[in-house]
């Protein structure tokens, strides 16, 4: 623990665990008192702490430096390695739990001196391959900011970890998980307020300076309020704002128009109908191919700030549904559009995701416009899953069909930048409705590109009909939704990416935690750490299919799994299990239910009933890894350093995240049931029978 003056201890496990060249004498363990109510309330907070600056890194930094919009598992992998390093330092004589706030700070200081934009260009990578050289050079940026996470979080973990090694195995994990779940709410409230940075500086200010309390000394204060007056200052620029998913940055133009970049990519633009009609015909072009389209009902997803809204009204559309994800940018139509078409009484306009508004209802359209849903950042710190991903699928065209009414017609446009990416379209769209879709282009090779498609042949004039390409991509689906990824493999920036981070963290966790032999003995924790983050990961995107990719489903998910820990946790406190090794039956059994049961399967079903069973296929496996966790957990010499070697698994789980891009997401689970089976064989010896570490309420066979 970390004591009031500064003391560390371990107070549980023998001092045969060697996890630091210097580790504290076993007569200050013995000094230490019990912990009592203050260092429960005291643990709380700092595991909420570490969860809220982990989440809010990992939304901010990609704000300002864009690779990690589209790496931010980036941020995840340093945050992982960062965690476990601290826990594995919770018995070193030198505490660096104190210069938590200067890290911080640092960290803060560089993303801001050195923003970065993009360059969107590239041939094969998932997102945009080449980087503009604004800022400092990639290989430069990547690291540093690696490193500054991993240094900080260690920082703030290891001060969750002294006061972690205070408590019984399992005790410390439930306050820790208690904690976390207050940090992902306190993260959720403001991400629903869409509040700037310095109120999460203001909420980390806050806990820093309880947990410090009268000791806290001039550099601490002088770090919290230097990344208090740095995040004020971005918060005040005037043409910026913040939604759950961007950064916003509104740049007036000409004839009342407005430009929006958002994480610092021009995203769209505020336009009158008129300016756009002399700028971008082609915007017009769906209204003029369908003609005799009675536009009675439309639909525009991706609505965005309202043009495409304000066009189809031109059009004469009596009615049109228009669906956005980003409140914000939504938020801004509704101030600046000049046709102001959020205001029309024939509009009504949704906050939601594409797909799931298409899931939940069974309203048809005379015409269905997907209007350059182009998200430009992923779902979440992990899964190379894009906000518009599940909107691309074959099965999502199917699905936008069956909305069509008789003679009705689907149009997309968007600026693909490839030509593959055009034919991979085509031959989706050429699939599902069993002939090619008519096409119009701008610009050589893959520009902007308008894709028209009906089931009947009346229903559309068209000028060119788009060819099926013979070495066309096959249609994105939704067990492989990366539309952006031309072939199935891991892209060479990735790959060189991923195995830098596990050379250098090798070499972290070696000079920085000392000696990795304490952690021998805890190598089947290590491999649960790598099937749960595949776990983990599989069911963010389960759920992003059944209920939208929106920021509320996602926090929804990240708190339902906590909940669940934290209900195996609590069984593992109170039952005795005399077989522990039947649980990894149990476990197995789930997966391969989970397996069997693919998430599309459950989109037939109504709202509620998805709901139940997407909770029993996808938290059953969650609730009983952690169970098989707890179980072993309780009993460990050190916590620490089993908790340490189980994050940096999850550190490897995260890496190993990418395979999904070459078998998809439900390969996963495959995955997860291997190591969990590593994980078996390298633990058998725990699982012959072993005293508990709590008082157990009964005893289960």
Request: charged share 15%.
């Amino acid at each position: 623990m970390d004591n009031e003056d500064g003391a560390s201890v371990e107070a549980i496990g023998g001092t045969d665990e060697v996890v630091s060249d210097q580790l504290v004498p076993d007569e200050v363990v013995a000094e230490v008192a019990p912990p009592d109510r203050s260092d429960r309330l005291r643990l709380i907070l700092l595991s909420a702490l570490m969860l809220f600056v982990e989440i809010a890194l990992i939304r901010w930094t990609g704000s300002n430096v864009v690779y990690l919009s589209y790496f931010s598992n980036f941020v995840l992998l340093g945050s992982f390695l960062g965690i476990g390093l601290g826990f594995l330092r919770a018995r070193s004589k030198v505490n660096l739990w104190p210069w938590a706030p200067v890290a911080l700070s640092l960290l803060v200081a560089f993303v801001l001196v050195f923003p970065v934009k993009i360059n969107r260009s590239g041939s094969d990578v998932i997102y945009f391959g080449e980087f503009s050289s604004t800022g400092l050079p990639t290989w430069l940026t990547l690291p540093i900011i690696f490193i500054f996470v991993a240094a900080t979080l260690a920082m703030l973990a290891e001060g969750v970890a002294r006061t972690f090694a205070r408590f019984e195995p399992l005790e410390a994990y439930r306050l820790d998980i208690m904690g976390s779940i207050i940090g992902i709410v306190a993260y959720s409230a403001l991400a629903f307020m869409s509040a700037p940075p310095v109120f999460w500086g203001l909420i980390a200010a806050a806990l820093f300076t309880y947990l410090y309390g009268r000791d806290m000394n001039w550099i601490q204060v002088a770090a919290v309020v230097i990344l208090l007056l740095m995040l004020t200052g971005e918060s005040r620029e005037e043409l910026d704002r913040w939604s759950p998913y961007y950064k916003i940055t509104l740049e007036p133009g000409d004839q009342g128009s407005y430009g929006i970049a958002v994480n610092g990519i021009p995203h769209q633009a505020i336009q009158s109908t008129e300016l756009r009609r002399q700028l971008e015909p082609i915007y017009f072009l769906p209204y003029q191919r369908a003609v005799g389209n009675p536009l009675q009902d439309v639909l525009v997803v991706g609505a965005g700030n309202g043009t495409d809204v304000a066009i189809a009204l031109n059009a004469g559309a009596q009615h049109v549904d228009a669906v956005e994800i980003d409140p914000r940018l939504f938020g801004l139509g509704e101030e600046f559009h000049p046709d102001q078409p959020y205001a029309d009484e024939r509009v009504d306009g949704y906050i939601d995701d594409g797909r799931a508004f298409l899931e939940r209802n069974d309203k048809k359209y005379d015409l269905i416009l997907f209007a350059l849903p182009d998200s430009l950042t992923l779902v979440s710190g992990q899964a190379a899953l894009r906000l518009e991903s599940y909107l691309f699928t074959k099965e999502a065209m199917v699905e936008a069909r069956r909305h069509l009414k008789p003679g009705g017609v689907f149009a997309m446009y968007n600026f693909y930048r490839e030509q593959w990416l055009i034919d991979r379209l085509v031959r989706t769209l050429d699939e599902v409705y069993g002939h090619p879709p008519c096409i119009d282009t701008l610009g050589v090779g893959g520009g902007l590109a308008l894709m028209m498609v009906s089931d009947e042949s009346g229903a559309l004039q068209c000028e060119t009909i788009a060819q099926v390409a013979a070495e066309a991509p096959p249609p994105a689906t939704d067990d492989y939704p990366f539309l952006y990824l031309k072939e199935r493999g891991i892209p060479s920036l990735y790959l060189q990416t991923v195995l830098l981070i596990l050379l250098a963290s090798l070499a972290m966790v070696r000079v920085a935690a000392g000696p990795l032999r304490g952690m021998r003995r805890y190598t089947d924790l290590f491999f649960m750490g790598v099937a749960f983050l595949l776990l983990e990961t599989k069911n963010v995107v389960q759920f992003a299919l059944l209920f939208g990719t929106t920021w509320f489903v996602n926090a929804v998910v990240f708190t339902g799994i906590l909940l669940s820990v934290l209900g195996a946790i609590e069984v593992a406190r109170h039952v005795r299990f005399k077989h522990p090794v039947r649980l990894y039956y149990f476990l197995l059994a789930s997966l391969v239910v989970a397996y069997l049961i693919p998430g599309s399967a459950l989109l037939s079903l109504s709202i509620v009933p998805r709901f139940v069973a997407a909770i029993v296929v996808a938290f059953t496996p969650i609730f009983l890894a952690n169970l098989v966790f707890a179980e072993r957990f309780k009993d460990v010499g050190s916590s620490t350093t089993a908790f340490g070697a189980n994050l940096l698994g999850a550190m490897v789980g995260g890496v190993l995240e990418y395979s999904a891009l070459v078998v998809g997401y439900r390969a996963l689970l495959i995955a997860a049931a291997i190591l969990y089976g590593l994980a078996f064989l390298t633990g058998r010896e725990h699982l012959q029978g072993h005293s508990s570490a709590a008082s157990p309420a009964f005893t289960s066979d």
